[in-house]
């Protein structure tokens, strides 16, 4: 299935659940109205959300046909373990912050029309929220696309790096890098004041000092247990507050998980090359090795790649929550 059309609702099965060979969750299809990103199944409960964790992986802008065995549990579960820490007030550095985890238990009428089981653990009821049409990337360390940048324009989106820094090395301070929500393909990178000028000013800066506040405390509490948070990117809502009905920023989507942020070992940090990543590095190693074309259906995973792959985001997990 090709990334680039994540909203697929036509799939049918005799059952609700659909799972691969090796027993990863693929595709879910409970009786609700039902929109499909990459990995997750979000459906609509009326005044919330129901969102869903399955076992896909993508790469190079494919979903692929195989899937990662226990993975959406752990990304619920790692996502669950963040927002725990904002609600016990150990990350948003005294800004008020809200987030729109409701539950992470089977509601009851979902469990009255399904089989509960495959959703349990993998599982968000969430608020609804209107969307920020941006990602609020924050970056720690110079990799990926903002190495790339640095490499061509010694800056990351319009943020002028000083010369001379390595990948991988550690930035003077975190920078803010915002992108756009593509429909459809890779999200654009874009500068600070490409953002203000579509949301407006106040909003903005809002946004981007969240975000900062949320990276530097969430850093901390990682580091104490020997992982670094390289990058990440948050997705921001607003819903109207209960009492005066103006509308506040709330924290949306999966946060912090190896699908949307970089993990470290800090005791295997060594700058000046790539790192080891609590994600699907395997996956695209093996993939930019093979002879697939990236331009035709994605090869099924070895069952080689697909236990490293379940057994790294199994060790980010675990060094970070036990």
Known sequence: MNAQSPDRTDDHSDSPYVYDAAGALLQTHLPLPRRQGKVRDVYDLGDELLIVSTDRISAFDYILPSGIPGK????????????????AGQIGSGRSLRHHLISTEVP???????????????????????????????????????????????????????EGLSQCDRLPEPIFTPATKAESGHDENVSFEVMAGAIG???????????LAIYGDASKIAADRGILIADTKFEFGTVADPVSGQPGLILIDEVLTPDSSRFWAADEFEPG????????????????????????????????????????YREGFDRLTK
């Open 72 to 87: 959406g549990e752990l990304l619920t579960a790692m996502s669950r373990f963040w927002f725990e820490q904002i609600d």
């Open 108 to 162: 009851e009428s979902v469990a009255a029309v399904v089989d509960p089981e495959p959703l349990r653990g993998r599982i968000m009821v969430t608020r609804k929220a209107n969307v920020v049409p941006f990602e609020c990337v924050v970056r720690g360390y110079l990799e990926g696309s903002g190495w790339k940048a640095y490499q061509e324009t010694r800056s990351i989106c319009g943020v002028e790096l000083p």
């Open 201 to 211: 000013q106040s909003l903005a800066d809002e946004l981007r000092g969240l975000s």
């Open 273 to 312: 090359r790539s790192q080891r990543s609590f994600d699907k590095q395997f996956v695209r190693e093996w993939l930019s090795a093979s002879d697939w074309d990236r331009n035709s259906d994605p090869p099924v995973l070895p069952a080689e790649i697909i236990e490293k792959t379940a057994a790294r």
